[in-house]
């Protein structure tokens, strides 16, 4: 067959992209070249179902040696002693560790989605909410979590599971409380790290295995790896629900995951994404890791900083990680106006829903704004206040074709200092 030029013109065209703007999106990041070139392997050729050592295929012995290699790397990424790499998103790993704890109709809490919480936490939309009997916390007016709620909602309703971690909330979590409700009332701690994972295992936040349960992630938003989903245990433990395997043995909790993630919610594990896991890992493991992930937090004090003295409306003040929610209803703006207004001058982030928000989720309040990916393209704080200003001039003329011409402009050159990719020439 002939080379796919269509194919392959669309694949530049979206490089292009990415090297021109500015790319805002919390959720969002750049993997390394290597982690990139792991990824276009011939490990996607391969039929790998089950894990290493217990396969239900031939011919897995290399494709064990690169699952194993993710596998301990990632233990010691967050010091932890079982993990599973096989989750195709992060979804994908939450939905494997509901299936392992959880009976259809039994009763967990979760952030909610409106606060900042995830789909899979229990919005009626998502497999959680329509399987299993989801109850929710919210945030205070301030945009801290509600912990005073989170408890008196434990203790009257006991969930079996209480799940912590968000996808929009810029503070960082009371672990420790939320264990110790869900010790009063026998509940399992469920932590969903997929925003913060990058900080926590460069160990600028709070450590959420010293009172989790349960953990998941995502690999590609602060971790800067490929697209996938991780699950791990710092302590294995035998599951407190009397689930036993055939020899009548209580099931350990490693055990009950691994069932979930294959045969419980997958085929075929992804090998090729895995070696790139393996490959991210090793990044993170390598030591530079950590003054990335102190760049991020300056970075995006620096940015909250000038986008409060420009009079804008942060929830909660401020930020202890990589995002920051604003308000824009003082500034007479929804988020679907500015995401699609910025979205014109190459600046791309999106709209979100704030904390109280009288406006549909296809409408909101509010934008959303992550420094990950501009921080991986070598930003630094006096960057930021070049970024705000972009953005704030676009806001305050968000009806002026011309403003937007020229910003894009500016945004152009601007991202010309920070090349991406130079290895694809
Ligand atoms: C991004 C995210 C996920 C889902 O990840 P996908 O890979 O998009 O499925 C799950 N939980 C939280 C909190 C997230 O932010």
Partial sequence: MQKDTILFDLINKELERQRNGIELIASENFTSFQVMQAMGTVPTNKYAEGYPGKRYYGGCEVVDEIETLAIERLKKVFNCTWANVQPHSGAQANGAVFLAVMKPGEKFLGLDLSMGGHLTHGSPANFSGKTYHALHYGVTKDG????????????????????????????????????????????????DIAHPAGLIAAGLLNDPFDHCHIVSSTTHKTLRGPRGGIIMLRNDFENPWGY???????????????????????????????AAKAVAFGEILDGSFKDYGKQIITNAQAMAK???????????????????????????LTGKK?????????????????????????????????????????MQETHMESIVSMIDKILMNADD???????????????QQFPLYPELG
């Fill in 144 to 191: 801290i979590v509600d912990y005073e709620q989170l408890e008196h909602i434990a203790r009257a309703e006991k969930p079996k599971m209480i799940i912590c971690g968000a996808s929009a909330y810029s503070r960082d979590w009371d672990y420790k409380r939320i264990r110790a409700v869900a010790d009063e009332i026998g509940a399992v701690v469920f932590a």
């Fill in 244 to 274: 036993k395997d055939p020899k009548g043995n209580l099931r350990m909790m490693s055990n009950l995951l691994d069932l979930a993630v294959f045969p419980g919610t997958q085929g075929g594990p992804l090998e090729h994404v895995i």
């Fill in 306 to 332: 000038s986008f409060v003295s420009r009079g804008y409306n942060l929830i909660s003040n401020g930020t202890d990680n990589h995002l920051m929610l604003i308000d824009l209803r003082n500034k007479n």
């Fill in 338 to 378: 500015a995401q699609e207004t910025l979205d014109k001058a190459h600046i791309t982030l999106n709209k979100n829903a704030v904390p109280f928000d009288d406006k549909s989720p296809f409408v909101t309040s509010g934008i959303r704004i992550g420094v990950p990916a501009i921080t991986t393209r070598g």
């Fill in 401 to 415: 074709e011309n403003t937007i011409t020229a910003v894009r402009t500016e945004v152009k050159s601007f991202m």
